[in-house]
């Protein structure tokens, strides 16, 4: 059966159908979203019924396993595949883990909420779930956050501020200040580059330029693309900044100085003349002062300490990594952190 095409000479046919066309996709989109919520509702409550069976008595609490085999038999064998006991142990943890079924985000899907069940702590896990839901998340992009510790990374750079603050404070949905959205460290392992000390700055710089959905990902909420090695003037000099973005949220200006090996004071001072160039030569009277943030190899904890990064809240150096760790290593990482932070004397600041 051929398919009728309209004519060049019949604009308002032509109209029709691409107003029909977006009609039927829109009305799929929303089937396949009602399926996917009527699946994560129908798992939430089988996991229900399956913990409410067991917590009627503490002989049925003790085998579990062998409940979910008799269910997973029964269950497959009327409805098919998706009942397995792997599964049903799911469900039932997924009722543990959210237990009140309307603080659930509809826009997920069952496969958002396996991934969920890998974050033990429960402030972090709503995060996720809620960052997931407001940033349209993929599953796969979910558990690229979850698996570099986002959440983690994010309450790193804050504690900085607050040294003593609790690892399971809730960080804020929308960002308030430029240290709502500093990670430290930075993973680029989206980037496929080999390690640090064998990349030059101009690769690892065209590199995020290639790769800038997934950088844009890493960084977080409202950030814009504007310029690479952008130039700014003065009136004997021109100066380039590798990487210029804008956060909208924050309605500021957020520049990246990359540098390849460690951190030097060198490096910071560079940057606070860009970010005061930047105030001065680009900034609107709408906007909030610029943020410079420095992407190093290494940083030397003492350079922080005893430089204008001290305290400062518009200046930031974050390490980068181009290769994935594993969980443990960079929980450990921001533990070793942490454990620095608590030993410096408060007075010293962040």
Known sequence: MSVIEPQATEPQLASLLGNLGDLIREARRKVLRAVDTTQVQTCWQIGQHIVEYEQQGARRAG???????????????EFGKGFDSSNLRYM????????ICDALRHELSWTHYRALLRVENDHARHWYMNESATQNWSTRALERQISTL?????????????VKQEATTHIQQLPTSPRDFIRDPVVLEFLGLPNAGSVLETDLEQALINQLQGFLLELGKGFAFIARQQRIS???KDFYIDL??????????????????ELTHQDVGQMDMYVRMYDDLKRGP???????IILCAQRDESVVRYSMLQGHEQLFASKYKLVLPSEEELRAELDRERVMLEQRPINQGH
Do not use: M
């Open 92 to 99: 039932r943890l997924f009722y543990q883990a959210f237990p």
């Open 234 to 236: 003065t009136d004997s």
């Open 286 to 292: 709408e906007d909030s002062p610029t943020v410079g």
């Open 150 to 162: 986002y959440y983690e990374r994010l309450l790193a750079s804050r504690d900085r501020l607050t």
């Open 244 to 261: 210029v973005f804008y956060n909208y949220l924050l309605k500021c200006f957020v520049i990246f100085d990359i540098k390849r090996g």
């Open 63 to 77: 085998y579990g396993k062998q409940l979910l085999a008799t269910l997973a038999s029964v269950l497959t064998a």
